[in-house]
């Protein structure tokens, strides 16, 4: 059983009618939505609002695979809630960081880059082409999908190299945008997938859903052993 | 002073007035104008209806940066070149691998896949964009470079992940490309460029040539020595 | 269930009284033993002195893993049987390739380099050290492992760079070797383990086994699908 | 003209006599020293101790490549010092770590990983192998070359997998460490190299100062230009 604790900033919702229409129980709950009916998953939900961010040390200990969702508010998560993460990922929690999670701290901290990009919000349409049709993440795409509506990225993307490129979108103003990339950082795994927005009802589309669900199960540890220097002696 | 040799198919040329329209001087020719217009780059060339394909072993030997474009005939390359010039760069030479040259039996060679892909030939506009604004092969670019009409390629592109991607292409059927790519292979560095093309008059293009002629120069070997097999004494 | 195909050249047993003391079944009857007490491995072995060298086209699409062990007639395979199982790989297979199959015309052909190596034959101590703890590969072993006696690898190893560098190899005349290496070609994984030779006793080694059986289920095929080059229409 | 401003904690010398035997100048002054009397670098110097670290922005702004050395006083070094110098890199500037500075926040900062490792401190010659002699910064060197006397630094090494991977490291423990590592990071390139150490009289080895001298033309930027989030409009 993969524990998945989604992690959601949750002001957008606080603040804008809007944003409520399209995700009534937060974007975090649409998200643990679809992820708690898979068999091999269970999910907690955590928000910044909550005491400690929802993130208690028990609770990041706890977690198998954390997706991260903020945009307006990443200032406001605390440097010590950014390490704790940062250092169950180097442990070997998996980390799937959502579309305008690449401002986050834990993201930008993770990268060690400022993981800046080009941006323009006028609901043009997406096209996520898979580059590696091989790979689990993939899995249940075809060339392509489709997202109807959403916040244009452009390149560059200042994060490192990506160690696998998964999916690159292209969307009407011709833009490309590196959409699907993995890292490791100590022994877990990173997941930055771009599709994602407040207002766009993006994480109910089937194949947004498909690729999360895939990347959770590959972002799961392999092992869960927190990093040391040690002194050795000579053999 | 680097040494270019240019190498062409040259097969289009001899039997259709429109490529000749295009390329009088072959598409060798026209790389061979700007190239050798350089202080830093002296050029020849050399087309598959040579002997020995203009490639016999003094002028592969006498050759830093090789640049490759073929199309209707890869298969006319005999293998002994192919080795000779795979050899060569493995000994430290730079090969640049021009648009249709993916599917080239070099290319392939050194590749060690398929380097296939989804295309199309209908004359849409490509705008290849910049990942990488810091590399020496994208300066004097823009955010990215226009071709008013090209032929499609499409992901996935079966090559070997990239060591370092530099352009992305995209095209008005919404497609994209990873269009500049770069690998090492022994002591050579490889780059596949994908603009180009037998009837679009592509490498007239500014954008274009800047590329090539940063490419040339970032792809001129550090060393030039054969790869071998030693018997090694213990120390 | 995880179908092998153990491939070993076979000549060595065939002609050195030595190499039968060690190895009465084979090499790929050493590595079938322990492979085949696995629940989820099934295994097969094929020699090259079989007919179609054991590789008819049936077999090779019948296996999802290929172990590759050759030394002294890597020649003698023929080119026909090599893409054959390139082909293989680039559909998804995986290959693990073994010590001496550094040289064997599939690796080299898969890498597209030389993939030399200093040598030395001399029975040193190899100790095996783990580079990624948090690897599925490197699950099993502690910080690294001993082989009392071994055929000396050294660098540079001419191969491309790894993709996951997984293990290095260091050695009692100081050298140091690239031992564990991962890289894809189209769908499949190939997997490069130095351990190994034909006289000294590697693969009863535990933890030589370990590191077999892991790379077995890691390079299992995701999908089994040949590269094509489609002509596509503009959505 | 190269500008190298040569970083150093500068503690050591201060409380031990013993490493001002070796290093009466300080290491900076070492390093500084043999790299000044190269004809493309000038050099300044600047240690934990001078007014804002000796790194205030005027300088930082006009450095082209930080050498970057310290090992007590890592956490001395203020945040807003070590943004300075992170951002400086993201723009373009090239920045080399040595021995101990892999603990340092600045390149924890970069690498966004913890960079531990095993050590022990008993003398031990180290041996220093090239993995590619065809690289710029492994120029002058022969497949390998001694240190009499070490600390020794052992894998795992917790960094993200190196772009490019130039020396590994052998000691007479029979350990192996990743001595050279090449990392991009925004515009800037990141050199991590392991020799170096207070008492042991390493930066006075003619292979360690042709390395770095290598280092320092090879990170020099191609581009200085901040790295921005442009909001952008549609073309």
Redesign the interface.
């Known amino acids: 059983m993969i524990k998945v604790t989604v992690w959601n900033e949750g002001r957008h919702e606080k603040i804008s009618e809007e944003v409520r229409r399209v995700y009534p129980d937060g974007i975090h709950g649409a998200l643990a939505a679809f992820l708690g009916t898979e068999e091999d998953i269970t999910v907690r939900t955590a928000t910044l609002d909550d005491p400690d961010c929802g993130l208690p040390q028990e609770v990041v200990d706890d977690t198998d695979v954390m997706l991260w969702w903020g945009h307006m508010a990443h200032g406001d998560v605390p440097d010590e809630v950014v390490e704790r993460v940062?250092n169950a990922v180097?442990a070997?929690m998996g980390l799937i960081v959502l579309h305008s999670g690449h401002?986050s701290k834990v993201f930008r901290?993770?990268?060690?880059?400022?993981c800046?990009?080009?941006?323009?919000e006028?609901g043009?349409m997406e096209?996520v082409?898979?580059?590696?049709?091989?790979?689990?993440i993939t899995?249940g795409i075809d060339?392509y999908f489709e997202l109807p509506h959403v916040e244009?990225y452009?390149?560059?993307?200042?994060v490192?190299?990506p160690?696998?490129?998964l999916f690159?979108?292209?969307y009407?103003?011709?833009?490309?945008f590196?959409s699907g990339c993995l890292?490791?950082?100590?022994?877990?795994t990173v997941f930055y997938f771009q599709p994602g927005h407040e207002t766009f009802p993006i994480y109910y589309e089937p194949a947004v859903q498909t690729v999360i669900k895939n990347a959770v199960r590959y972002c799961a540890?392999?092992?869960r052993?927190p990093?040391?220097?040690?002194?050795?002696?000579?053999?």
Request: hydrophobic letters at 30%; aromatic letters at 6%; proline letters at 10%.
């Open positions: 940062a180097h070997g401002h901290r993770l990268m060690g880059t400022p800046s990009l080009g941006w323009r006028n043009d096209r082409w898979v580059v590696d049709p091989a790979h689990p899995q060339r244009t452009a390149e560059p993307f200042s490192p190299e160690e696998k490129l690159i979108g292209s009407e103003g011709g833009e490309v590196r890292w490791r950082r100590g022994h877990g540890p392999v092992i052993q990093i040391t220097c040690p002194h050795i002696e000579k053999i």
